[in-house]
């Protein structure tokens, strides 16, 4: 699997738009980025995922450069309730094959929302 | 709530006890995993199941580990003679595979927490 580099930790005011960068140079032409969150104490939390297109959902909006080595996970207007770890995984799954599709979490961005 | 369920959420052991626990997936999902999550940590990768055959298992599962899924919906993960670096938080996702040339999205549950005095 590609490995993903992600800051420790960032801060976030209320209300605004919190933006968590992620980078993935060695990414393969068949890996999907996923981001997951976990809020203290619970389990992860499917957030969004994307090939080459830039994807928005209701929780999140994902940007993927054009190479495909980085990307950001937009959360538009962050709450308190958004405060958690972020991992960004590079999905390697070989799809034609059925492989499963393990998932590898590194040490995540800590997203701090404050008022 | 992402529909899969862990039981039971906190579990507090001896060293040299056993113990199980339970991992009831989205219905209708074929692929079951199993992470662990250590203090600090991302969780991970133990083992999956596609149905009811186990088809990948890390180095991580140590022979005192055994994950079965008898039917092909839940699953469980036993500990045999647990040992205090067993403490974690142990969690359970499903997927549905629908396919080649497609992705499957894990939905996580709750975990079951471990603790070994």
């Known amino acids: 699997d590609a490995k993903t580099t992600q800051p420790p930790s960032m801060d976030c005011a209320e209300g605004r738009a919190a933006n968590l960068p992620c980078n993935h140079s060695t990414i393969s032409g068949n890996e999907y980025v996923y981001w997951y969150r976990q809020i203290h104490s619970q389990g992860p939390q499917y957030i969004i995922h994307g090939l080459k297109n830039n994807e928005t959902n209701e929780m999140a909006s994902l940007i993927i450069t054009e190479d495909r080595k980085s990307s950001t996970l937009i959360l538009p207007h962050a709450t308190l309730r958004d405060t958690a770890v972020y991992y960004c995984?590079?999905?390697?799954?070989?799809?034609?094959?059925?492989?499963?599709?393990?998932?590898?979490f590194g040490t995540g961005t800590r997203l701090q929302v404050t008022l | 709530d992402t529909g899969v369920s862990q039981d039971p959420r906190h579990k507090i052991t001896k060293r040299g006890q056993n113990v199980t626990f339970r991992c009831d997936p989205i219905s209708e999902h074929n692929r079951l995993y199993w992470y662990r999550q250590t203090l600090g940590q991302g969780p991970e990768f133990l083992t999956y199941f596609q149905n009811e055959a186990q088809l990948e298992k890390s180095r991580l599962l140590s022979d005192r580990f055994s994950a079965e899924r008898p039917k092909g919906s839940f699953s469980t993960l036993e500990i045999q003679r647990t040992e205090q670096g067993d403490s974690a938080m142990y969690l359970c996702?499903?997927?549905?595979?629908?396919?080649?040339?497609?992705?499957?999205?894990?939905?996580f549950g709750p975990g079951t927490r471990l603790t070994v005095l």
């Open positions: 996702a499903s997927s549905l595979r629908r396919g080649t040339g497609r992705t499957d999205t894990q939905y």
């Open positions: 995984i590079v999905n390697g799954a070989l799809i034609n094959t059925g492989t499963a599709s393990k998932l590898t």
